[in-house]
């Protein structure tokens, strides 16, 4: 699995690819805070990072399906599946290596943001406890799109293709509570009920305000498990159709 994961650290780290995915969020990062500054003259103005981050998971649904769109896709397209398909590793550390990579490029991206609130810190007052929260709310929500979009990955070979299914795949889990509450949805409760289940944005709020409740966390690890197990089952129907 090590070696999976070294290859595909490699193939980020040592191209520009990371660095302008990072330099990328940084500019969306920048650009929410610039937004949540612009009411700076109003009396009642308050600024917090938890309101940055909830307002940054919109924008971030276009970078994720960047991040991941390559995973599997290319790896069909370039003809390569087969040596990874015939590797001592099983498909397991195959997908978990590869996945643990895409983390690991997403956890760089979130060190970077870093320099706001130590920034902030610097010269003025950051609520730490909100701030942590909201980072680990953050981070269990990047987990979730980037398990989503190695999924999305592992279908097509085109890896265009599987960036605007996972860009789309994305927006009904982000917009999937407002879905729920429309006049249609709410004359049949026990379907509202079922969608509303499975929301990731009212979870995601929680964290923002500043709590860490175990249910919330037990629903963005039960989303990764999920979508790694059925990447493996594509992954491995695949291998056995190639004898």
Not at 103 to 120: D, K
Not at 168 to 184: H, K, P, R, Y
Not at 219 to 232: C, E, G, I, P, Q
Request: glycine residues 6%; proline residues 3%; hydrophobic residues 55%.
């Amino acid at each position: 699995m090590f070696s999976i994961y070294k290859k595909e650290v490699q193939s980020f780290f040592y191209t520009p690819f990371a660095y302008i995915l990072t330099a990328l969020f940084m500019f969306l990062f920048t650009f929410v805070i610039d937004g949540a500054l612009g009411d700076l003259n109003k009396p009642d103005f308050q600024f917090t990072f938890p309101e940055v981050f909830y307002r940054i998971i919109l924008y971030f649904i276009f970078l994720t399906p960047i991040l991941t769109m390559r995973t599997f896709a290319d790896e069909r397209k370039n003809g390569t599946e087969v040596l990874l398909m015939t590797s001592p590793v099983n498909v397991v550390q195959i997908i978990i290596g590869k996945y643990l990579a895409n983390l690991t490029v997403f956890l760089f991206m979130i060190a970077a943001s870093t320099f706001y609130p130590i920034f902030t810190a610097a010269h003025g007052e950051v609520v730490m406890g909100q701030l942590l929260c909201a980072y680990v709310g953050f981070f269990f929500w990047g987990a979730m799109y980037i398990a989503l979009g190695q999924l999305v990955s592992a279908f097509v070979e085109n890896s265009i293709i599987a960036a605007v299914i996972g860009e789309l795949i994305m927006f009904i889990v982000l917009f999937i509570d407002d879905f729920s509450m429309t006049d249609f949805i709410a004359q049949y409760p026990t379907l509202q009920g079922f969608l509303y289940a499975f929301a990731a944005q009212p979870r995601f709020a929680y964290f923002s305000q500043g709590f860490i409740r175990l249910s919330d966390i037990v629903f963005f690890l039960s989303a990764v498990l999920v979508a790694l197990a059925w990447n493996y089952i594509v992954i491995e129907k695949r291998r056995w159709k190639r004898g």
